[in-house]
């Protein structure tokens, strides 16, 4: 027999900490539940909502269906190889208690996604990345069932279809796929550390010896230097993606402006800083009402105290908006807004 919840508060379950409800809410933990809730009329007449730890959600209204919440907790080495393990993880498992568990039993290769607020799963779903990392780096595959076809299917790391903060399971199968399981392959000693994030680099030359361990706490020192904790104040970290623009396009900016700075991202495009751009354009550190521009990286939107959903979503929209004036650029969300 399911669970089912009605009018469920959802403060909890996103990382903004916006007061917000769902008609319907229901924990899922295991196949047997997924097949289940197919069957239920609740599921056949309501709009879905697959929701994890809520670090990349906005809630501007109440969800007025049914929200479904995986707690697959487990993990388990399926193969392992001279040089490489392969780990399947439960979709529900906190992501940075999974990366701990990894440098604890000297698994490499996601050390430099330490401390990313959120699930498991999301990593599939955002490709979550920071300091020269993306967690398609280390994906294998990802398991799951098709809400909509009402089968389970595994897809391969290139059926995911990696972006920039994106995959398959947030564009084709947005809310119709329910990842249950990722499997990811992971590194052996001797480790191949990715190092070459400017400020990771800097922080790694002032130490005699480096391993995963030390990845990991120095990449824990930056983020602490940097962006705030959301278990004191409230944000889904980045709130926009970092803007993708032609060589061309890029070049005419630097000429207007000399100190922009620009990534390589392809042959024919070059990645800015949304953060730059949001500084440049006068709203680090700008507030509006009990939504705010976090003074250490203004790319992080907060929650000043008890924010609306609606609040946080029009900082947002002026962000936008003098950005678009000053240079051009216009900023995408990197959070999904409801």
């Not at 024919?268 to 550190?285: E, H």
Request: charged share 20%.
């Amino acid at each position: 027999m399911l669970n089912f919840k009605n009018d469920h508060p959802l403060q909890k379950y996103n990382t903004f900490g916006i007061s917000a409800q769902s008609a319907y809410f229901i924990e899922i933990n295991n196949s047997q539940e997924i097949l289940t809730l197919l069957e239920s009329e609740i599921f056949k007449q309501h709009e879905i909502l697959i929701l994890g730890g809520g670090s990349n959600m906005l809630f501007t209204k109440d969800f007025d269906g049914l929200v479904i919440y995986p707690t697959f907790d487990q993990i388990e080495i399926v193969k392992e190889t001279s040089h490489e393990i392969f780990v399947k993880v439960g979709s529900g498992i906190i992501w940075d208690e999974f990366v701990k568990h990894a440098v604890q039993n000297q698994w490499g290769g996601v050390e430099n996604l330490s401390f990313i607020p959120g699930k498991v799963g999301a990593a599939a779903v955002q490709n979550i990345g920071a300091y020269g990392v993306e967690a398609k780096n280390a994906i294998e595959s990802v398991e799951g069932f098709d809400l909509v076809r009402g089968k389970f299917r595994s897809f391969s790391q290139a059926d995911c279809q990696f972006g920039y903060r994106s995959s398959v399971f947030k564009t084709s199968y947005n809310n119709d796929f329910l990842i249950t399981h990722l499997t990811f392959r992971l590194q052996k000693i001797p480790h191949q550390l990715k190092l070459q994030y400017k400020v990771l680099a800097e922080k790694v030359s002032l130490v005699d010896s480096v391993n995963i361990a030390t990845v990991r706490n120095i990449v824990g020192q930056i983020r602490q230097s940097k962006l705030p904790d959301v278990k004191k104040v409230g944000s889904a970290g980045s709130f926009f993606k970092n803007p993708v623009v032609s060589k061309s396009k890029a070049n005419q900016l630097k000429q207007d402006f000399i100190a922009i700075p620009f990534y390589p991202d392809n042959e024919d495009t070059v990645k800015l800083s949304a953060a730059w751009l949001i500084d440049q354009s006068g709203c680090k550190g700008v507030e509006k009402g009990q939504a705010g521009s976090y003074k250490g990286q203004p790319l992080v939107l907060i929650n000043l105290g008890n924010a609306r959903g609606d609040e946080i979503l029009f900082l947002a929209n002026h962000i936008q908006q003098k950005v678009i004036e000053k240079f051009g650029i216009q900023l995408l969300p990197e959070v999904v807004i409801i």
